[in-house]
């Protein structure tokens, strides 16, 4: 169990981290002239929103999991694994692929909204974008059954929404004005890396 939770903990680090997950709440609270305490609030909303509808599709894939473990041991000894180094895989060729062609950004422009008007497009933004990355590690978590599930989930939900609140307060103070696409536009090689990394941990450890 412990690989389940320190391989969820990691991703969660890496998927909060992003630019795009809290970099723009931190511009549009400063461009609004939000307080320190409105733009914290709106940074646990929005990313409590982004992280249910991960764990709700999560959910059904660490059930799917858990009936394969259930009745095909053998086969799920590697076929968790094999899915996330491929998952991996795909997510560094895609960053290379795709590098110079795409800035993602889960937000709209929001001028001359109210501050409910922009934070509940925000939130509405965050749900309908669940992030792939982390539902897949719910099939090797589905293995250990609701327990492995849950822990997961919980995971999720704390270290995303506190790391989010960590870089939005520590960029409303300033570090804003650092290069932090620089670590935007290698996400998907770093977390794809990840991915391989604990699909590895897995056969070692199985």
């Not at 990840?194 to 199985?206: E, G, P, R, T, Y």
Request: hydrophobic share 55%.
């Amino acid at each position: 169990m412990w690989q389940i939770i320190s391989g969820s903990l990691l991703l969660s680090l890496v998927h909060a981290a992003i630019p795009n997950h809290w970099l723009p709440i931190v511009a549009i609270g400063k461009s609004e002239r939000w307080t320190m305490r409105e733009t914290l609030n709106a940074t646990v909303l929005i990313g409590a929103a982004h992280i249910a509808s991960t764990i709700i599709i999560g959910v059904l894939i660490g059930l799917a999991g858990f009936r394969l473990s259930s009745n095909h041991a053998e086969l799920a000894h590697w076929i968790a694994p094999v899915v996330l180094a491929v998952l991996g895989l795909i997510f560094i060729a895609s960053d290379f692929i795709g590098k110079g062609h795409r800035h993602h950004n889960h937000f709209d422009e929001t001028g001359g909204r109210s501050k409910r008007a922009i934070v509940g497009s925000m939130v509405v933004a965050m749900f309908f974008s669940p992030c792939i990355e982390l539902e897949v590690y719910f099939l090797p978590a589905g293995a250990f059954g609701w327990s492995g599930i849950l822990t997961t989930s919980a995971i999720y939900l704390f270290a995303t929404v506190s790391t989010m609140l960590l870089l939005v307060y520590v960029g409303t103070k300033g570090l804003s004005r650092l290069n932090w696409h620089i670590f935007e536009h290698h996400q998907k090689t770093l977390t794809g890396a990840i991915l391989i990394a604990l699909a590895a941990l897995s056969f070692i450890i199985d």
